[in-house]
């Protein structure tokens, strides 16, 4: 009985040493092969409408409505330096979903009032954020595959498209790192990385909803 004791102790040491072993070459080949960042979010072709002129909203889309490109979707009544009255029609230079809608009918607008948004999802993309470290690995044309929190279960193919030349930080209001203090604190930044989706269906797909990307990297 001891010696079967005896035997097994070592035995139980090399399995789990091996699983270890096995495990972080796994890890370190998987890091190697694939990057992996779930702050990734759906985007598409965004158009906002604004009113050209001054006067009245007589007509304007709702919220969910399909748009063609040139279609009116607002309509502004008003008056001319003469004194005549006008009609602005309001179009939309992309085919599209109003996703959003800031003025109602009858409301008075001036010239460059916000009205709506509307979105094209013919051709959605995704913006996936990456680790500034991963530059030098991330490469246009590299396979990805997507996943969307909404629709779990499902995978979209696509590839890189573009490297955006600036970090995420760029473009923040409040800048990510502060060197007036004699305290600085080093941050990694994080550069957007435009994703095209590969003709799979995407119909469902809307602006905005997050997502992960796993960029094949070799």
Known sequence: MRRSSVILVPVLI???????????????YNGYLYYSTDDAQVAGKMLSISSTA???LTTIVN????????????????V??????TLSDITSSISGTVVQSS??????????????QIANMDNPTVTAYIDESQLNNVKVGQQVDV????????????????????????????????????????VSQRV?????????????????????AKIHLH
């Open 80 to 85: 001319s330096a003469t004194g005549h009255k």
């Open 14 to 28: 090399f399995v789990a040493i091996l699983a270890i072993v096995i495990g972080g070459g796994l890890y370190f």
């Open 54 to 56: 001054n006067g009245q």
């Open 192 to 212: 957007p990385v435009i994703i095209t989706l590969d003709g799979t269906s995407t119909n469902d797909l809307v602006p905005g909803l997050s997502a992960t």
């Open 103 to 116: 003025a109602i009918q009858g409301q008075v607008v001036a010239a460059g009032t916000p009205l709506a």
């Open 147 to 186: 996943n969307v929190d909404a629709f779990p279960g499902t995978t979209y193919n696509g590839h890189v498209q573009q490297i955006v030349q600036a970090t995420a930080g760029t473009f923040s209001l409040i800048p990510s790192t502060d060197n007036t203090s004699g305290n600085f604190t080093k």
């Open 63 to 78: 919220v969910g409505d399909k748009v063609a490109a040139g279609q009116t979707v607002a309509t502004v009544a008003g």
